[in-house]
């Protein structure tokens, strides 16, 4: 009963160094997304995938790449971490958005900061 | 203009209070209004989702869309400590390629119940 399951939790970085988050759903779930969350800005769509092998660009995508070589995980890179970048990302996936009772389900988020 | 607005509060009550939770979004073309709950340090889960003007009811939550005035609100009756989270509209925008759709939120209101 796992759901979406993000890792890391937490993780510090100093700037300049590059990471991947990882996030992973059982749902067999077509659709994949990344958030960030910012105080005051809200969810903001980074970059999202409509299937194994696909991604497409959200909101706000510079500054990180993703990959989506398997349906069930959903990789974002960030190559150069800047200040920026400080922030709480969030991993949601869901069927293809034909209708609000297909819902978005999210992971508890990586909280991301840099140094 | 961020096509989706909320006031970020924070909005404190007593328990058993009447809570009004409210966003306004600038496109008359998106169709699915939901309202996501988000307890601190977790994702945001969806609580309830509408489709047309009118109210929707499930148990103590009503939701209420307004389209000739581009209104969404979310009542809480009889409030509890439970209930206290950030509670965030969000509304669908199609993807790009026509690949289905994905959602706009607003930046969430932070609520507080006391008992």
């Known amino acids: 009963n796992a759901g979406v399951t993000q890792t890391p939790k937490f993780r510090v970085l100093k700037t300049g160094q590059s990471m991947t988050l990882l996030c992973a759903q059982d749902?067999?779930?077509?659709?994949m997304y990344w958030y960030r969350q910012d105080p005051g800005m809200g969810l903001r769509l980074i970059h999202y995938?409509?299937?194994?092998?696909?991604?497409a660009k959200g909101e706000v995508p510079d500054g990180y790449n993703v990959s989506r070589l398997k349906k069930q995980n959903f990789l974002l890179g960030l190559e150069s971490a800047a200040p920026s970048q400080t922030s709480v990302y969030f991993c949601?996936?869901?069927?293809?958005?034909?209708?609000?009772?297909?819902?978005?389900?999210f992971g508890d988020g990586t909280r991301l900061s840099i140094l | 203009q961020k096509e989706v607005e909320q006031d970020p509060g924070p909005l404190s009550v007593p328990e058993g209070a009447i809570v009004s939770l409210n966003c306004t979004y600038s496109?008359?073309?998106?169709?699915?209004f939901m309202w996501y709950r988000q307890y601190s340090r977790k994702g945001p889960e969806l609580l309830m989702y509408?489709?047309?003007?009118g109210n929707k009811e499930d148990g103590r939550f009503t939701a209420q869309v307004d389209k000739s005035s581009k209104y969404i609100s979310l009542f809480i009756r009889d409030s509890q400590p439970s209930d206290s989270a950030t509670y965030l509209c969000?509304?669908?925008?199609?993807?790009?390629?026509?690949?289905?759709?994905?959602?706009?939120f607003g930046k969430g209101t932070t609520l507080s119940v006391s008992s």
């Open positions: 509408t489709y047309s003007s």
């Open positions: 749902m067999n779930h077509e659709y």
């Open positions: 496109n008359s073309a998106f169709q699915y």
């Open positions: 995938s409509v299937g194994e092998g696909t991604t």
């Open positions: 949601a996936s869901s069927y293809p958005q034909g209708a609000p009772n297909q819902p978005q389900h």
């Open positions: 969000a509304i669908t925008e199609s993807l790009s390629n026509q690949a289905g759709t994905a959602l706009i």
